[in-house]
């Protein structure tokens, strides 16, 4: 049973701490999403990555935030230092592109992340 | 810049009663919309996927519904059941990699 898995499920932390936060994708597929989702702001793009490059990330705070993918199988989300209004779920999600197609998004459980 | 929204917030039905979910969007140059479930304290789980040449997509209880030029999709749900409580959230992939996604619409249906 292939699924997106995200460690860690929950990591409270103190301000000023730097956080990383790690998603498997699903083997074989070829794009990777990062979201994050609060109450006030619903479900953000914060960046995209296809064949490992990173397409998209005009959605993230570019001072703290970074987003890398060092090989197929593992994405990173990084936020140095990391705030109080960084606290929300951050969600992983995988997928399969073929030219200008998108298949469906596949979503991991998300990490609970809650800022002090 | 596109906007997706969805009507109403919240509903609450009784079981058995069939209904309809809204979405509708700005601009009508999308790739593909998608609909997805989302439980409390859980991930997304994807419904239906309606890519931009299609008009509509069934799966089980589950009939959805695109109409481009209009900027609306619809999600059915025939004979619903307390098992259905979940927020169902719509998503609009717009090209250049973006997916854009709704406020979502909490549903709770009683038995």
């Known amino acids: 049973d292939a699924r997106v898995t995200q460690t860690p499920r929950h990591k409270v932390t103190e301000m000023g701490q730097e956080v990383t936060m790690r998603c498997q994708p699903i083997l074989g597929h070829n794009t990777v999403f990062w979201y994050r989702q609060t109450m006030m702001q619903g479900l953000e793009l914060l960046a995209y990555?296809?064949?490992?490059?990173?397409?998209?990330d005009s959605g993230m705070p570019k001072d703290r935030f970074s987003a890398e993918m060092p090989d197929a199988t593992l994405a990173t989300l990084k936020i140095q230092p990391s705030e109080p209004r960084d606290s929300a779920v951050y969600f992983c999600?995988?997928?399969?592109?073929?030219?200008?197609?998108?298949?469906?998004?596949?979503f991991g459980p998300g990490t609970r992340l809650t800022v002090l | 810049k596109q906007e997706v929204t969805q009507i109403p917030a919240a509903l609450s039905v009784p079981e058995g009663e069939n209904l309809v979910l809204n979405c509708s969007f700005t601009?009508?140059?999308?790739?593909?919309l998608q609909w997805f479930r989302q439980d409390p304290g859980k991930g997304l789980t994807s419904l239906l996927l309606i890519q931009s040449s299609q008009r509509e997509q069934t799966s089980g209880r589950l009939n959805a519904s695109l109409d481009k030029s209009s900027g609306r999709s619809t999600l059915y749900i025939a004979a619903s059941q307390p098992g259905d409580s979940a927020t169902y959230l719509c998503?609009?992939?717009?090209?250049?990699?973006?997916?854009?996604f709704g406020a979502g619409t909490r549903l709770f249906v009683k038995a």
């Open positions: 990555f296809r064949n490992r490059a990173p397409l998209d």
């Open positions: 601009d009508s140059a999308i790739y593909n």
């Open positions: 999600a995988s997928g399969l592109a073929r030219g200008t197609d998108r298949d469906t998004q596949y």
């Open positions: 998503a609009v992939d717009t090209g250049g990699f973006k997916t854009i």
